[in-house]
T-cell receptor
Framework: AQRVTQPEKLLSVFKGAPVELKCNYS??????LFWYVQYSRQRLQLLLR??SRESIKGFTADLNKGETSFHLKKPFAQEEDSAMYYC??????FGTGTQLKVEL | DTAVSQTPKYLVTQMGNDKSIKCEQN?????MYWYKQDSKKFLKIMFS???????INETVPNRFSPKSPDKAHLNLHINSLELGDSAVYFC??????????????FGNGTRLTVT
């Protein structure tokens, strides 16, 4: 079955600490992987996609086909990074989301 | 502004009623979607239309009926509302279903509360 797993429901870190949001996928073929972010009471918006290999707001994500993972990382967390983060495979399968809370 | 817009933003109604949520995109995209975000923030695909044709219908009760009058609009009609329908419903669009570099663009969501 097609599945995206985000094992952490809530991740709490201090400002300036490194952040890693985990995402593993089980998918036939070669899915396109995305990270979407939802700030409080706002729409979901694209953060990163694996094919672009870019860094947005200091976040990066590397696709590891061997481990079927697409973890989201940032070296130094900022307060404004507090949000809900969803990993998605193609456009149909979303993980259950990880709430990131950055504390001062 | 180019965007995906959905109305209403909030919808409070009683069990048994019928309601509709409208969605429009002016991004020139071919594909539109409805997602449901429940109280635990789980996000699940409900429907997808490509150029007005239904291409995805995930195990959704037939009380939910999407309608796409043209490729820029995808409305969601819900009959006989139940308490479990309370959720945030997101409309989204994309250039295509399988095209790379074609992420989803979401609307602001409609918070439906059934009492």
């Amino acid at each position: 079955a097609q599945r995206v797993t985000q094992p952490e429901k809530l991740l709490s870190v201090f400002k300036g600490a490194p952040v890693e949001l985990k995402c593993n996928y089980s998918y036939s073929g070669s899915p396109e992987l995305f990270w979407y972010v939802q700030y409080s009471r706002q729409r979901l918006q694209l953060l990163l996609r694996h094919i672009s290999r870019e860094s947005i707001k200091g976040f990066t994500a590397d696709l590891n086909k061997g481990e079927t993972s697409f973890h989201l990382k940032k070296p130094f967390a900022q307060e404004e990074d507090s949000a809900m983060y969803y990993c998605a495979a193609n456009k149909l399968t979303f993980g259950t989301g990880t709430q990131l809370k950055v504390e001062l | 502004d180019t965007a995906v817009s959905q109305t209403p933003k909030y919808l409070v109604t009683q069990m048994g009623n019928d309601k509709s949520i409208k969605c429009e995109q002016n991004l020139g995209h071919d594909t539109m979607y409805w997602y449901k975000q429940d109280s635990k923030k789980f996000l699940k695909i409900m429907f997808s239309y490509n150029n007005k044709e239904l291409i995805i219908n995930e195990t959704v009760p037939n009380r939910f009926s999407p309608k796409s009058p043209d490729k820029a609009h995808l409305n969601l009609h819900i009959n006989s509302l139940e308490l479990g329908d309370s959720a945030v419903y997101f409309c989204a669009s994309s250039l295509g279903t399988g095209a790379y570099n074609s992420p989803l663009h979401f609307g602001n969501g409609t918070r439906l509360t059934v009492t």
